[in-house]
């Protein structure tokens, strides 16, 4: 049975083209049915039983109970959008960090932050100090009406309202007083909303996130599937004082804690594999196979066997993002989008050029969870290698690394040839002059960006070929569906490139395999001869 969920993508990102949600009730109702039930009926608490026209008037209202909460979201990566990395002395954030998808916020930042989980960041003069800034409904939200509109900052229509100015179009306000008088748990559809729309749309950045996860079958998500196990991402990612576990800054590539009691494993991460299966997780003891594929979790992760593919859930996710051809207008003069035989969008005016792709092989590499991030400023140069966004490590020696598999993002975007330094161009929103962003003007853009983000420009425009490395870790497949052996222990297998590492069925070495094959002859040829010499003897007895 086909369950979709028509979704609305509240990312904005740097793009013009950030979708809006539509959602399906009776769909994602089933996704709930087996939650368990609130200790608290927020419809009869007197604080919500008003009519609300903002956001920050819910969140006060909600914090005249929940007094700590708010004050807890400010610890979080979720509010602040930023990261220390002591090991790389590199504080991530979204004012340095760059990527080959939407390339930066800087001056795209009302759009950027139609997802983060607060109201009214739209430059730097943002109160992160402010407990009413706290947005509660983006993740407690359980009637699936709650949406932000790109462009506004975070905020939400509380009051019908033109958009855009001057368009003649009306957005009905939001019914903010029921929303807040349903408020629950998160859910798949809470995270997803923005999760699974991240980079400008559906699937787009990470390949293993997109809207099949709503209510997936047990063939796109064996842990998520809504028939069976029916985990929400918080079962995995389990949260304490709103701090959510996992990160893409600094992943756990291998976690040697075994399995975790869950509240008593301090400094352990509950979303790795390990965390709930322990390092040898295939429990037959008694089943040569299976000690033979515990074996493997010396040097394989978890996700290597377990997710053959990314985006599998029939949304396909871009593999290639060419900005430099973004300008071109269609025969009429006016923008246009070019797509393929499946619908999907290979050509925008304001984007360029995309690949995408469905059921995907990742490619593996050695991981340990170090990443570095080429960051606003960097020095880099312009060769035949494409220029690495974020560089992954590990080593098959290093005792910390396993074979991961990666979604690798490609892409062609916007470079300072004097400067040698990535650009981010203002590519959302209204020109300062008014109009949209249509057919580029890249110094123009690159000029109000970089000067948004106080970095220098030379006035210049190049492009160059860059790379960004995204672990794969959702999309898990029933173990029927698991890698097959011959599908690595093969010439020109899965695990081709991968290097530090023997092989059987891929690695071969000549005199080896002739010494071998020879041994074999000979024992032939000596089981041959003792069989003759028996038959000789019985005959002359």
Known sequence: MLRMRSAVAIFAGALLGAVLSVTNLAQATVARQTAPSPTADHSKFKELQKEFKSGPEVTKACLSCHTEAAKQVHLTKHWTWEFINTEKNQKLGKKNVLNNFCISTGKNTPYCTTCHVGYGWKDDSFDFSSE????????????????????????????????????????????????????GKSSRDTCGVCHFFGGGG?????????????????NVDVHMDVDGLNFVCATCHQTSSHDIPGSRYTPTAKDKGGAHMRGKSEGQNPATC?????????????????????????????????????ARGGVATKMNWDWSTAGQMGPDGKPMVKKDDHGHAIYDTRKGDFILGENVKPEYYWFNGGVTYTLLGDKIE?????????????????????????????????????????????????????????????ERAAAQGMKDRGAPFSGKVDFINTEMYWPVAHMVATKDKSVGCNECHAKDGRLNGVKGIYIPGRDANPLIDKAAWLLALLTLVGVLVHAAIRIFASKKH
Request: net charge positive; charged share 25%; with cysteine.
């Open 382 to 442: 312009k060769g035949d290698k494409p220029v690495g966004i974020n560089k992954i490590e590990g080593s098959p020696t290093d005792g910390k690394s396993l074979i991961w598999p990666f979604k690798v993002m490609r892409g062609k975007q916007p470079y300072d040839p004097e400067n040698h330094t990535l650009i981010t161009p203002h590519t959302a929103g209204p020109k300062s002059d008014g109009g949209y962003w249509t057919n580029f003007d890249w």
């Open 132 to 183: 009413a800034n706290v947005d509660c409904l983006v993740c407690h939200d359980t009637t699936l009406t709650y949406t932000k509109q790109p462009g506004l900052a975070g905020h939400v229509v509380g009051q019908d309202m033109e958009f855009p100015k001057g368009s003649g179009k009306i957005i009905k306000a939001l019914n903010l007083s029921n929303i807040a008088q349903n408020v």
């Open 202 to 218: 559906d699937g787009v950045k990470h390949g293993d996130m997109d809207s099949s996860l709503y209510a997936p079958e047990k």
């Open 274 to 310: 390990v965390a709930c299966h322990d390092s040898k997780p295939h429990k037959d003891s008694k089943n040569k196979h299976a000690v033979r594929l515990n074996n493997h979790t010396e040097k394989l992760a978890c996700q290597t066997c377990h997710i053959p593919a990314f």
